[in-house]
């Protein structure tokens, strides 16, 4: 009798562990199977956009225009179900996110401010003319610099979004504009926390505003290569897949909902 009651509870025991183990096994593959749609857009048209300024740490408000192109953009995206949304303390950045979300139709994310997507910091160049800044940069490397940043993808190509980076960090006659592996540290810092709240909530939509320099790098730092230089206009919408501890890249500067 001792016998068969041992055999019953070692055949108990065993498919309990199997149960065990298939629901772990299950949730694994769950989670392996979860899409994140990132959707990486840049804030609307500021004043220093407008009056061709240097703008990183420094802010600046969003114009008429760009608080338009923010709700166009919301407008565009209302069906989309955000489950997490995020910028940076910079005022250009957190209205552009909230205008966004108020045009949605789904329930909304709180918005959370993490420092990693702030734009560079470009030190004592903040409010000085793009041309000051830029204009040696671009002879240097035999480019010539315009508002229109005509030849800005062959300054890129050149010397990559890292070189960019050094080399605005060593012009900085005051040395406090951020080097690469400086910006890096932080915007890292900002993704990797999107990908664990995005698992903790099992998230499927994330949108993130930040600015013209900083997706980029969120770019060459996720999917290095990936990016060749294009321009990042004003709510033009970057969108990112993460599957599998991967990134992909779906689009770069999508501007299809405020043109």
Known sequence: MKKIWGLLFVALLGLSLTGEISSQAKEKASDKNDEVTIYLVRHGKTFFNTTGQVQGFADSPLTDKGTAQAKQVGEGLKKTKFDL??????????????????????????????????????????????AEMWTPIFEANDLKFDEDWTDYDKLVNKLGDEGVADAIADADSLKVAETYEEITKRGQAAMDKVVADAKKKKAKNVLIVSSGSMIPTILEMLVPGEYKGEAIDNCSVTTLKYKDNNYSVAKINDTQYVE
Do not use: V
């Open 85 to 130: 949304a995020y910028s940076s303390d910079l005022g250009r950045q957190r209205n552009t996110a909230k205008l966004i979300l108020a045009e949605n139709t789904n329930k909304k994310p709180a918005l959370s401010e993490h420092n990693g997507f702030k734009e560079w910091n470009y030190g004592g160049f903040e409010g000085k003319t793009n």
